[in-house]
């Protein structure tokens, strides 16, 4: 790795030297068929399918392998493998990974789309799944860990709940059964540098921050290790993945700017989540950066930063329809799947929240907040005029849940990453 700075090499990942002749970004390459001067060629080629070589369009482009080596520098590691979303990156390495007889451990508070693969998918193909508290104590771990469990999955923060996990322990324990831990570190962009701590594949929903602009689908697979590199493109080539070229230029130019929105996000939502918890509405703001949030203190052991996405858990005096109602009059908050864009999102969170364990009860109904690039205090006064409108509803019922979470299926088919 470079020994220069995060924001230079964020700038210089995936292109020719600076001084070298030609365009500033790399041009962007479509192409299925590549042709060879020869047989003999296309034979010798065809056995670098490892490698970052122009084989076939299925295989990668130079636009696929510059987002590549550049979402590889950010994460620390030594190889990346594009995928078509954020999903993506999560069900091809397992998939690849797993086979029957096998099991994996899940956090409780794991992303909707990824608990229902393993109930639905992994479960057709003989792999058990078996889910944990994601504040799981080491004692505890070491009892649920056996023979075959394979892998153990993280997610640091929790979808929607924002428990920051001890992902070190996690791996030192996990790796003493032989087992691997794949991670989705998609919050902990720049943030959380997996390998680090000890994970060994780290999955990024590239759609959120690296692109940027609420305009791509895109996922990203990245590993430190030349074993795990090797299953893992093996596995992404045998399962046909492939991510549009457009995309991938398109995410190589957000990612230019990272460095900059993510602080200028990340200090938006401190700001917001900090003025949150002082209001009388609100019961517990769920940022890892703050005290309130379950497992502060492993993220400021092992995060640099945080970024924009957080939680709010109300006063219990306040029901669903009332937060409804309070989302559907703010102004300059959309209301729509995703996070990571330049623009603010509320979304009402309560009933898309499953638990298999009872690790779920937060005694309040639940917003969560994605904080764009607006100015700070133009978001804070549409959040005041929000919350009056939300101290103007009477609890006179609780909706049930198909209220909002089947609006949710029927609108996307399965649950988004949300």
């Given amino acids: 790795m470079s020994t220069n700075r995060f924001e230079t090499r964020l700038g210089l990942s995936g292109r020719r030297p600076v001084k070298s002749h030609g365009y500033v970004n790399p041009k962007l390459v479509r192409g299925s068929t590549v042709l060879y001067p020869n047989c003999a060629d296309r034979r010798e ?7 970052q070589a122009e084989i076939y369009g299925l295989y990668g482009t130079e636009t696929h392998f510059a987002l590549e080596s550049m979402i590889a520098e950010i994460e620390g590691g030594t190889h990346c493998q594009i995928v078509s979303s954020g999903l993506a990156a999560i069900t091809v390495p397992l998939l690849a990974y797993l086979k029957a007889g096998d099991r994996i451990l899940v956090p409780d508070s ?6 229902r693969f393993c109930d639905a998918t992994l479960s057709k193909f003989g792999v058990t799944t078996t889910y944990y508290d994601p504040m799981i104590v080491e004692r505890d771990l070491r009892a649920m860990l056996t023979a075959e469990a394979k892998v153990v999955f993280v997610e640091s923060p929790g979808s929607h709940t924002f428990e920051v996990q001890d992902v070190p322990m996690i791996c030192r324990v996990t790796h003493d059964f032989g087992g691997k831990v794949f991670m989705d570190n998609t919050w902990g962009i720049r ?3 997996p390998f680090s701590h000890g994970v060994d594949v780290s999955i990024q929903a590239l759609t959120k921050y690296i692109g940027g602009h609420s305009d791509i689908i895109l996922g990203a697979i990245t590993v430190a290790s030349e074993e795990d590199w090797s299953w893992l493109r093996a596995g992404a080539l045998d399962l046909g993945q492939y991510a549009s070229p457009d995309d991938c230029w398109l995410a190589l130019r957000g990612a230019r700017t990272l460095n900059v929105r993510l602080d200028a996000q990340e200090a938006n939502a401190l700001r917001i989540a900090e003025w949150m918890s002082t209001r009388p509405e609100v019961q517990k703001v769920l940022h890892p950066a703050l005290p309130s949030c379950v497992g502060h203190e492993f993220w400021k052991r092992d995060f640099s930063g945080s970024c924009g996405l957080f939680g709010v858990v109300f006063q219990p005096d306040f029901d669903y329809q009332a937060v409804v109602a309070m989302v559907d009059s703010l102004q300059l908050f959309g209301i729509g799947a995703s996070w990571g864009g330049y623009e603010s999102l509320a979304l009402p969170t309560s009933f898309t929240i499953t638990r298999s364990r009872n690790t779920g009860e937060f005694g309040g109904e639940m917003l969560r907040l994605q904080i764009g690039l607006e100015h700070v205090e133009d978001l804070i006064d549409d959040l005041v005029a929000g919350l009056a409108v939300l101290r103007s509803q009477q609890r006179t019922h609780v909706a049930s849940a198909p209220c909002f ?5 029927d609108l996307y ?3 988004p990453k949300i």
């Fill in 110 to 115: 794991v992303y909707g789309p990824t608990r």
């Fill in 45 to 51: 080629i065809g056995k670098r399918r490892l490698e």
């Fill in 405 to 409: 979470a089947d609006e949710m299926l």
């Fill in 413 to 415: 088919g399965n649950e």
């Fill in 191 to 193: 943030n959380f540098i």
